[in-house]
């Protein structure tokens, strides 16, 4: 199971959790659910629940990541295995994304 921070403008809007290749939740953090002032990351991924399934990764994230060439490339360059997007989305949309949400990897310990 891998873990990653989901900021929205650089809050803390939930995690990101690949419990498995075919098994994803997203879940708001409960500050963030709990604030009426914050809005949903995404209109698929509403706050009308905390929670959310799904046997394959978000749109809102898989979108995140570069396609074709662009996406061989970075792998290539960042030695990152094509088929992890968690790995691509900690090292690419970290910063400087388009749009407002941001990735970040919780490192095991």
């Known amino acids: 199971m891998r873990r990653a921070e989901v900021f929205n403008n650089g809050i803390l809007a939930g995690f990101l959790i690949e419990e498995d290749s075919n098994h994803y939740v997203f879940r ?3 500050a ?6 914050k809005q949903a990351i995404s209109l698929t991924l509403l706050k ?3 929670e959310y399934h799904s046997e394959f990764l978000f749109p809102l994230f898989s979108n995140m990541v ?6 061989a490339i970075q792998c290539r ?4 295995d094509e ?4 790995s691509l989305l900690g090292a690419t949309a970290g910063n400087d ?6 990735i970040k990897l919780i490192e095991k310990k």
Do not use: H, M
């Open 48 to 50: 009308s629940q905390q």
């Open 83 to 86: 088929r992890d997007i968690l």
């Open 32 to 37: 963030y659910f709990a604030d009426p002032d």
């Open 28 to 30: 708001y953090d409960d």
């Open 97 to 102: 994304t388009i749009g407002a949400v941001t």
């Open 77 to 80: 360059y960042l030695k990152i």
């Open 66 to 71: 570069a396609e074709g060439t662009n996406l």
